[in-house]
């Protein structure tokens, strides 16, 4: 217990009394997660990439659940299921990023441009000569 006429140490938030602070070595939740508990995404994680076994196209596949359930999505989405296609789009724009970039072997550049552009070339070739 601390005395009260102590002014060395103040009490008050984010400072408990010193009789009611953890001691060195102690933790402040003493039963814890017991070792080896699983938590949720460790349990989804084991689940999405357990095999099981498919009939495609008379032969059967292994495939882990998570491909099993990207290739149900995809398929739905071909059949014209709007949900499907509304949630495939998302995931493919989410991790493939938007894919509608024109390839650059394909754009013609206007003259001015091609002109500022083999410039530019120029004058950084230079420069690269002088290093």
Known sequence: MTD???DSYDVGYGKPPKHAQFKPGQSGNPKGRPRGARGLKTDLKAELNQRVTI??????????????????????AVK??????SKLSELVITLLGPDDEIPV???????EDEAILQGFLARNAESGEHE
């Open 4 to 6: 009260r006429n102590d």
């Open 55 to 76: 009939t495609e196209n008379g032969r059967p596949r292994k495939l882990t659940k998570q491909q099993l359930m990207v290739k149900q999505l995809t398929a739905k």
């Open 80 to 85: 014209g299921e709007m949900k499907a296609i």
């Open 105 to 111: 072997s394909k754009t013609k550049l206007a003259p």
